[in-house]
C-alpha cells in the first residue's frame, strides 16, 4: 500500500499534467527520485525536521517542474506531435538519470525513518511508521487537489482548461499559466512522494525508469487524466506487486505490472475511470 501510494502520487501528477496539455509525461517518476536524493542532501546539511523537509523539497520542485514547462515542454508542444513530444519527456526522463549518476554517483541512498520507533505492530502485523507519512501525504495531496478543483475559482478555471482549452482560451483563460500552474503541483506531489519514500528504500540513478514505467501504468491502468483513476490504479498496481513479490522473484512482479495493464487495455482501453474522447474531424 505504501508503495502503491507513490505510484498513485505518480500517476496523479501524470494525469493533472495530461488533462491540462495532452503531454504524457514519462519523466515524472525520474522527478520522483530526483527529489528523494534533494531531501537526502538537505537533511544531511540543514538537519531539519520531516515536516520542514516535506515542505522546502515541495516547493522546490513545484518550481522545477515549472522550469522544466517553460524551458522543454512548452516550446516542443509547439513544433511535435504527441508521439514525439513521449520521446522527448523519455529523453528528459533520461537526462535526470544521468544527472543523479553525475552528481550522486552509483551508490545508493536513504534517510532515516521520520518517527521513532520504526516500526508498530497493528493486529499482529509490524508496520513501518513512516508508511503512515506515506499515507497522509497521499491523502493530503488528494484533499488538496480536490479542494481546488471543486471549490475555488482557480479549480473552475483549471476544469473548463481540461475540458475544452480552446473555448477556455476564447473565454478570456490563460490556458499557458494555467498548465504551468497543473506542472508546479505535478512537481509538488512528486517531491513530497519521494521524500517520504526514501526512508524505505534505496534510490540511485538507476531507479527512475522503475518509477516512472510503473507511475505511467497505474496512470493507464486508472485512466489517463481521471485523478480517482489515479489514485485506484497506483494503490491497486502496489498491492498486486507487494502481493507477488512475496511469493516470486522481483522481475515476475514486474512482468505482473505489464500484463495487468495489457488485460485492463483489452476489457476497458479508456482505463477503470477514463473516459473515451470523441475525434472530430
Sequence with gaps: MA???VYALIALGMSLIYSMSRVINLA???FVVLAALTAVSLKNALGVNPVLLLIMTAIIFAVVLAVVDQVVIRPATKRATPERMLLIT?????AVGG???????NLPYTLKAFSQPSSVTLLGVRVAT???????VLLLSVLALWFLLQRTGLGLTMRATAQDPRAAALMGVNVDRVRLMAFSMAGAMAAMAGAAIVPLTFLQYDTVVPYAVNGFIAAVIGGLGSATGALAGGLLLG?????????????TAE???IGVLIVVLLVRPAGLRGKV???RR
Design 3 to 5: 508503495v502503491g501510494s
Design 28 to 30: 515524472q517518476g525520474a
Design 90 to 94: 523519455v529523453g528528459l526522463l533520461q
Design 99 to 105: 544527472f543523479l549518476l553525475i552528481v550522486y554517483g
Design 130 to 136: 513512516q508508511d503512515f507519512w506515506i499515507f497522509g
Design 239 to 251: 498491492v498486486l506487486e507487494g502481493v507477488f513479490s512475496r511469493y516470486t522473484p522481483a522481475s
Design 255 to 257: 512482468v505482473l505490472a
Design 277 to 279: 474522447e470523441e475525434v
